[in-house]
C-alpha cells in the first residue's frame, strides 16, 4: 500500500508511519491491532512506533467536542487589528482568555484571527467589551458569527 505522495507533510516518515498516521486521522480510536493486521505486522510494533510518533511531535491524539452540545451556542471568529508594538504580548494575553479556542497571527486586513465559543449573544458582547477590548494596543474588531459549520476537520 503506498499512501505517500509529494506534498504529503508527512512524506519524511516510512510507509508503515503513515499508515498509522492516516488510519488514526480517519478515526483516533483505531485500535493497534486493526493496523496491524492491514499491515501484517504485530500490534507491539505499531506500539511502539505511535510512541515513537507523539513523542517526536508527528501525532497527536485527542477528544474534540461540540461546544454547542456544552451549552456554548454563541461561536464567532474575530479579526483584530492591534497596535504593532503591543502585538505579542496582546496575542499571549487574548490566547489566555476561556472563551479564545483558536487564535493565529495572521497577514492582511487583520493582525490577528480568533474563533471564540460563548453562551449567548449577551455573553459575546460581554466578551468583546469587557475581556477583549481591555487588552492593551486592541484598536479594533470585526466579528462574524458562526451560522452553521459545513465542514469541520483536524488534520
Do not use: W
Not at 489566555?96 to 497571527?105: A, M, N, R, S
Not at 449567548?120 to 470585526?142: C, K, M, N, P, W
Amino acid at each position: 500500500m503506498n499512501v505517500r505522495n509529494g506534498n504529503d507533510a508527512l512524506s519524511g516518515l516510512d510507509e508503515v508511519d503513515q499508515v498509522i498516521v492516516a488510519a488514526l486521522r480517519q478515526d483516533g480510536r483505531t485500535p493497534f491491532a486493526q493496523i496491524a493486521e492491514q499491515l501484517n505486522v504485530s500490534p507491539g510494533m505499531i506500539r511502539l512506533r505511535y510512541n515513537r510518533l507523539v513523542e517526536s511531535g508527528y501525532l497527536k491524539v485527542v477528544a474534540v467536542t461540540r461546544p454547542p452540545n456544552q451549552g456554548m451556542a454563541t461561536m464567532a471568529v474575530i479579526g483584530l487589528n492591534v497596535d504593532g508594538d503591543k502585538l505579542m504580548a496582546a496575542a499571549e494575553k487574548i490566547a489566555g482568555l476561556e472563551e479564545v479556542i483558536y487564535l493565529v497571527l495572521v497577514s492582511g486586513r487583520f493582525d490577528i484571527v480568533l474563533e471564540a465559543v460563548c453562551r449567548d449573544h449577551s455573553h459575546l458582547l460581554q466578551f468583546l467589551t469587557e475581556e477583549l477590548y481591555a487588552i492593551e494596543g486592541v484598536r479594533e474588531t470585526e466579528s462574524f458569527l458562526l451560522l452553521k459549520i459545513i465542514k469541520e476537520i483536524y488534520y
